[in-house]
């Protein structure tokens, strides 16, 4: 795998994680020191994170760094595009409602 593309699936990796704990990256600055910004920027696959911000990663989404990278897993067959709808059916199911959640149980328990 290349640099750039590593970055970029790692950024989707972050956004992921930040999801699924219902955090915006205004929050990582907030709550962790992170600057939005540059946070964003990893997210978008924009810059090499170095070893000690990958360490500070692991601690705010309470990972492993083998779990930060996961998606390098040569049994794990996910594709960009899939992981990218990950990400946004867990947008999705964060801003939810009950009334929605249960439509789209509904729907999910339909097609699988």
Do not use: W
Not at 71 to 86: A, G, H, Q, V, Y
Request: charged share 35%; hydrophobic share 40%; net charge positive.
């Amino acid at each position: 795998m290349d640099n750039e593309l590593l970055k970029k699936r790692l950024g989707i990796r972050l956004k992921e994680l930040r999801l699924a704990k219902n955090l915006k990256q205004e929050d990582i600055e907030k709550k962790h020191g992170f600057n939005y910004r540059y946070y964003g920027r990893l997210e978008r696959g924009e810059i090499n994170p170095s070893l000690e911000t990958l360490n500070k990663l692991c601690e705010i989404f309470d990972v492993s760094l083998a779990a930060l990278f996961q998606f390098l897993n040569p049994d794990d067959k996910l594709s960009t595009e899939r992981e990218s709808i990950s990400v946004k059916v867990s947008q999705i199911l964060n801003n939810a409602g009950a009334a929605k959640l249960k439509k789209i149980k509904i729907f999910l328990d339909d097609i699988l």
